[in-house]
């Protein structure tokens, strides 16, 4: 309407029962949350910021009327163009709902409109309004019939009704008048009160529908042929018909309908009452006048009088026979049944034909339906993942705009903690902005500084030629200078020796070139170096007085230090010559000890074999313990000349596959892995460069331990992995080898034994490598404790390291690293 030229006067009524609602309302204040549906424009237009919240224009304000108004009980307003009544009627019972109904047909012009709630219907009402909009249940008011009333508010006030027409304006009245005098009778009053008894004593008896057979307005007495039927009310004029007259009343309705004729049927005979009959005729006749509907007239009216009158007016004319009449009747009857039996025939035809034509086209209309509904969810899932993307997003965002506001206020911090004053100009060497540290160091405040020139702040004190000139350059050819050295005599804080560095810095937002100049007072470094370098240069010449003593104290050590290195060497080969020959008496003494120790098991064999009942019970234990000892000795002495033959052996390696090494020591320990139960697994197998029998010595012990040390009452499993990566990756991967142990470039075969036995304290990592060292008693467990003393051996004859991780109850294991 704004965008009229002339606009139309509009008058708001607001009414609610709660008078706190209308005072709220009529203040017209609003939140954010509740304008959230409001368009930018349409709030910039129609609200004013009234604090935190929007308040209504004037404008808009002076249009609207709030009263407190009760629509049950209160007078109803009259000649409105629009009613929104949203989600009232849902809280009221049917009755209340149909008189709330009325009232708005009242209270409405010809086609005006009523707004109800989504969840809100006309009900029973249909016959005073038409729908416009089912979305948004919007109605349209249907034209009554008669004079404008409202009986449901006559009865309840004695004061009439609200005047249609101001005589002054001729406006829709809104106060209703309290009282009215009752006008003079006049001759056409007369006239009219004359002919209003004349009509209704002689009028036929007739009603007026419409096309739905709503009957909307009775005439004259129509009991003789309508009455209402059991159950439901209405007015449907097929459903009261007598049942005499109810086929030929259809087929004349019809007919008119189609035709839109004046149709009239003769000569149906109908039960006046239980001994008479009587023969009446039916016209329907459409009325041709201004409507919202097409509406007919139909007449009811008795033949035999109609009949009769004529009869006198033409002289009495004799009547037909009853018998014959009643003949005629029957013949009609059944021409027009006959007639109307082809015309139903060929309407159910082309009806059936229109069927089939609309069930085709529903179908095709359903599977376009299941195409856009899969469509509709293909679109939403598409919406959900991208809301879900845009909320993802939008976290992000969150994320780094908190991110963002935590580097500046750091980025803040740290400006405001360094001592180095800063600047920050603008392309015409305007100051933006300075360090804390500047307007200390220079005496100068914020006031003063900012927008201000850099040459002409401070009483022109950094008007300097050189440094002018510099800075000019710095955005016209991008350039800028590292270190520049200035050494200027301020007046407030003397003479100052300075390294200035100074770049261009681009705001991308604002497209704004800056300069960010920095400033570093070396002063005092600067006095300091040339004391340093006075006593330098003294220093320098006392040194050399010094530097002819120093060379010879020099070549002194020098060969002190070479008698030392020659002597040390001799000490090594004295030391390698006695490993050589412990290795080799170790290696005899153990040989040589092997033949008294068979001597004294089998002897001590054959005396508990042969001579065991006559030995005493010590002399039994006695034996026994000797064989048992005897037996671990000889142990001892077989690791002792493992332990020698890993020393002594000649290094011969071979490319071998370690899965074959594996599945010969699980042979070898078939009968020991049957009696523990014991699982080994082989994850993954590589070939290796290796020395083939001891390699099968290492894999022994490391097996034969994992099922000596398994925990009781558990099968023992075993897990072994082998894998060939670089000595850098390794040595990231592993936690456990100290910093350095692999060269980066080289390949390693890295081969790991795991266990689930009782493992061991993590301190004792190292220790268990060294020879004769036990973490148990022999109690517990048997060996010697040489064991793992061989697979360190072995693994360092392969020039590669070996390594234990281990916890208590948590198994064991151990890594070994060779070169590939």
Known sequence: MGNQSEKPRVQIFATDLSAKAINKARIGDYSKHELESVSPARLQRFYTKSGNNFRITRAVRDLCVFAPH????????????????????????????????????????????????????????????????????????????????????????????????????????????????????????????????????????????????????????????????????????????????????????????????????????????PAKTGIISLEVAPLKIEWDEPLLLVLFTEQEQAESRQD???????????????????????????????????????????????????????????TVNEELETSKEEIESTNEELTTTNQELQTRNELLHESYEYAEAIIATIDEPLLILDHKLNIKSASKSFYTKFKVNEKETEGALLYDLGNGQWNIPRLRELLEEIIPKNAYFHNFELTHNFPLIGERIMLLNA?????????????????NDITDSAQLQRKEKKLLEKDI?????????????????????????????????????????????????????????????????????TEYQNLSENGKSYFSRMQGSAKRMQTLIEDLLAYSRASNVELVFEKADLKDVIEEVQTEL??????????????????????????RQLLHNLIGNALKFSKSGVPPQILINCRVKQGDTLQDETLSLPAGSLLPSNKYCHISVSDNGIGFKPEFKDRIFEIFQRLHEKSEFDGTGIGLAIVKKIVENHQGIITATSEPNKGARFDIYIPS
């Open 70 to 273: 009760n629509i049950l009980t209160d007078p109803p307003f009259s000649r409105l163009d629009f009613i929104s009544c949203c989600n009232l009627l849902i809280y009221l019972d049917t009755a209340a709902q149909k008189k709330i109904i009325a009232t708005f047909h009242y209270a409405l012009n010809d086609n005006g409109y009523l707004m109800l709630g989504k969840s809100e219907n006309i009900g029973s009402s249909a016959q005073l309004f038409t729908s416009s909009n089912k979305n948004f249940k919007i109605f349209v008011r249907k034209k009554s019939s008669g004079a404008r009333t409202l009986s449901s508010l006559t009865n309840r006030y004695s004061r009439p009704a609200l005047p249609e027409e101001t005589p002054a304006t001729g406006k829709a009245g809104i106060t209703p008048t309290l009282s009215r005098k009752t006008p003079p009778l006049t001759p056409t009053g007369l006239d009219s009160a004359i002919d209003a008894v004349l009509i209704s004593e002689f009028m036929p008896a007739s009603v007026v529908i419409n096309h739905e057979m709503e009957i909307l307005q009775f005439r004259g007495s129509t009991d003789i042929y309508l009455t209402h039927p059991p159950g439901k009310a209405t007015f449907n004029i097929l459903k009261m018909a007598r049942p005499e007259i109810a086929f030929e009343l259809r087929k004349a309705i019809t007919k008119a309908i189609k035709t839109k004729a004046r149709v009239r049927n003769s000569g149906i005979e109908m039960k006046m009452s």
């Open 312 to 370: 006198k007016k033409s002289g009495g004319k004799s009547n037909l026979a009853s018998k014959d009449r009643k003949i005629k009747k029957l013949e009609e009857e059944l021409s027009v049944a006959h007639a109307d039996m082809l015309a139903y025939v060929h309407e159910q035809e082309a009806a059936t034909e229109e069927l089939q034509s609309a069930n085709e086209e529903v179908v095709s209309a359903n599977e376009e339906l299941q």
């Open 670 to 695: 078939k009968e020991a892995l049957l009696d523990k139960e014991a699982i080994v697994i082989v994850a993954d197998t590589c070939e290796a460069n290796i020395i083939p029998f001891q390699f």
């Open 541 to 609: 010449k006392e040194s050399k007085t010094y530097s002819m003593e120093l060379e010879k104290a020099v070549a002194e050590r020098t060969a002190e230090l070479k008698k030392a290195i020659e002597t040390l060497a001799e000490k090594n080969n004295e030391l390698e010559r006695m490993n050589k020959d412990l290795e080799s008496f170790a290696y005899i003494s153990s040989h040589d000890l092997q033949e008294p120790l068979r001597k004294i098991q089998t002897f001590t064999g054959r005396i508990l074999e």
């Open 503 to 519: 770049s261009r810095i681009v705001q991308e937002m604002h497209q704004e070139q800056l300069i960010l100049l920095a400033i």
